[in-house]
């Protein structure tokens, strides 16, 4: 795209430049010719009228007092019937610039000049056009330069934008360009990204609500049917056992579903190095919370892997540090550890503020609930993606506030189950 934009305003300076340029060119190259030929001209006129003023008087023609009209290395020839013709100068050379002005008693006036210094100024004033046009097309290539670069950033940004939208980075970008139009790109996939982390947000909670809901009435069928079982009646005790064989199959039917859908929801995950993913996350932040006072610190344990979907895990710590940037003081904490159960790995977001009220840490990943004026979507958001990848997101610690994210260590069976196997083959 920059490419692009770039040789089209240089095509079009380019195309300025000539047409500009070329008759520019030819008219100041007449211009110095008819200037010249103005002034040898005039000089001839004055030339001739001094020779008309003698003539009149009866004085002899003296051609040494002319000197002065007749330019450097020029030639002065004057012409009379029945007389002899008279020369002042030195030759011209060849092809002079040559002007004839009448005289009394049937003369002529003839002044020529060389045409060397004419055509030296010729190409010197031609040459300054030249050099004038190379400079506005320089000037022009230079603006042209900064102007790509300035639409073409702006653009890229926003394909990055864009691509992390795609990728489940639903966090809004305070990022404008001051061009118009570029910046409602950037306002609708802001408002595209807050769209589209509710209906992950809502999708998540109907999932957990189905499955919860299905659950226990599941459960409480199975335990009904169970009691049956033990009637006195040998025919309610074989229709009871049916029944139960059933719902232990739907059970079995709603566990394979869930376990589909949650392989579905991490089918990005990934192992993740966190020695190398956490510092490029964390200097995203820094400079925000530099303008702000604050400093961000990054502690990390060597050979952490994690499995994560990538954008799933920026989108998670950028809601924790943007939590901590709001609601928070004092130096924040991006920190990565081995958990204390064995196969998981934990990522913790804290600072030095005042922590989180007892009365509102029961709350804090609800959905729509905030105590600091926000949306109430980014925790509750966080939280959903962080399970949609097979972990987990806690308040650890009140005070100060300490979020801890839990992830899983990636396991051989996860590369297993991320092949795609060949169908079964059927005969043809």
């Keep these: 795209m920059r490419r692009r934009i770039l040789l089209a305003i240089l095509l079009a300076v380019a195309v300025t430049g000539a047409a500009l340029g070329i008759p520019l060119g030819v008219t100041a190259w007449l211009l110095v010719d008819n200037l010249n030929g103005e002034d040898l001209a005039a000089r001839a006129q004055v030339i001739a009228a001094t020779i008309d003023d003698d003539i009149a008087a009866g004085r002899p023609l003296e051609l040494d007092k002319l000197r002065a009209g007749v330019p450097p290395d020029g030639r002065l020839t004057v012409r009379q019937r029945n007389e002899a013709e008279k020369v002042y100068g030195v030759d011209p050379g060849r092809d002079p610039v040559t002007t004839v002005v009448p005289i009394a008693r049937e003369g002529t006036v003839t002044l020529e000049s060389p045409s060397g210094p004419l055509r030296t100024t010729q190409t010197q004033v031609t ?83 189905v499955s919860h809901q299905l659950r226990s009435r599941l459960t409480a069928l199975q335990l009904r049917l169970e009691s049956l079982t033990l009637y006195g009646d040998p025919e309610v005790v074989d229709d009871a056992r049916a029944a139960q064989e059933q719902a232990d199959r739907l059970a079995e039917a709603l566990d394979e579903l869930l376990e589909a859908a949650r392989a579905a929801s991490e089918v990005g995950a990934e192992p993740m190095d966190l020695p190398a993913e956490l510092p490029g996350i964390a200097e995203e932040w820094q400079q925000t919370l530099k303008a702000e006072g604050r400093n961000l610190r990054l502690r990390v344990a060597e050979g ?56 509102l840490a029961p709350h804090i990943f609800e959905r729509g609930f905030s105590g600091g004026g926000s949306t109430g979507v980014g925790l509750a958001l966080a939280r959903a993606l962080a399970e949609a990848d097979g972990g987990r997101l806690e308040l650890s610690v009140k005070r100060p506030a300490t979020f801890s994210l839990f992830l899983r260590v990636p396991r051989p069976a996860d590369a297993v189950a991320a092949m795609n196997w060949p169908g079964e083959r059927t005969p043809r």
Excluded: C, W
């Excluded at 910046?183 to 909670?205: F, G, I, K």
């Excluded at 709001?326 to 064995?342: E, K, N, P, Y």
């Design 304 to 359: 952490l892997m994690a499995r994560a979907t990538p954008s799933r895990l920026r989108e998670v710590i950028g809601v924790l540090l943007d939590n901590a940037l709001r609601h928070g003081s004092g130096t924040v904490t991006l920190a990565a550890r081995r958990g204390d159960a064995d196969g998981t790995v934990v990522v913790e977001v804290h600072d030095t503020g005042a922590g989180v009220p007892d009365e």
């Design 127 to 209: 040459l300054a056009v030249v050099l004038l046009v190379v400079l506005s097309v320089g000037i022009g290539t230079v603006v042209a330069t900064v102007t790509a670069r300035r639409l073409a950033q702006p653009l890229r940004h926003v394909a990055d934008r864009a691509a992390r939208l795609g990728g489940g980075d639903f966090r809004p970008d305070p990022k404008r360009y001051d061009v118009a139009e570029l910046d409602m790109v950037a306002e609708a996939l802001d408002s595209s990204a807050t769209a589209l982390a509710q209906l992950v947000q809502r999708e998540r909670q109907l999932v957990g609500d």
